[in-house]
């Protein structure tokens, strides 16, 4: 007779919740190894980043190692054709080893035209200010806590978390 499977006691760290989610979605497109993905910015720096973005691993049969594409716009693409080799070893050195032996470009994704048209390099917009009343609210949940840090961080958490209470989960399924 098997047991049932033992519940866990306590609180669980919020990227243990959303792993499995993450890792399905990036070997979907060949990335063994996620954190090339999520860290792209620090694995090719910065610059490279705001002009390309990895969109697929691909393994050949034939030969040894994969190649990596990367999306980047028309104007980005002769200065991060000289830079290929610089990725390519950044790349690997996330991987642990030479994982990636060719880094191929591509202005277009490789699954269809309307991922192609990203803006690379764009800054977010920034959220925008709640109103008053909502700002009034949000400094009434955190007035009790002695921590300033403490408080402004709670007061933050609120103003956003009671801004978006009336909109629709863009997340939803439909």
Known sequence: MSQPPRRSRGFRQAASLVAAPIRSAAEGRGFAVARLLTHWEETVGPETAARARPVKISHSRGSFGATLTLLTTGAHAPLLEMQLPQIRDRVNACYGYNAVSRVKLTQTAPTGFAQGHAQLGQPRQAP??????????????????????????LTR??????????????????
């Open 128 to 153: 925008s200010a709640p109103d008053p009343e909502t700002r009034r609210a949000a400094a009434a949940l955190a007035a009790g806590i002695d921590d300033p840090d403490l408080q402004a961080a």
């Open 157 to 174: 958490l609120a103003e956003l978390k009671l801004a978006r209470e009336g909109r629709k989960n863009r997340k939803a399924c439909l």
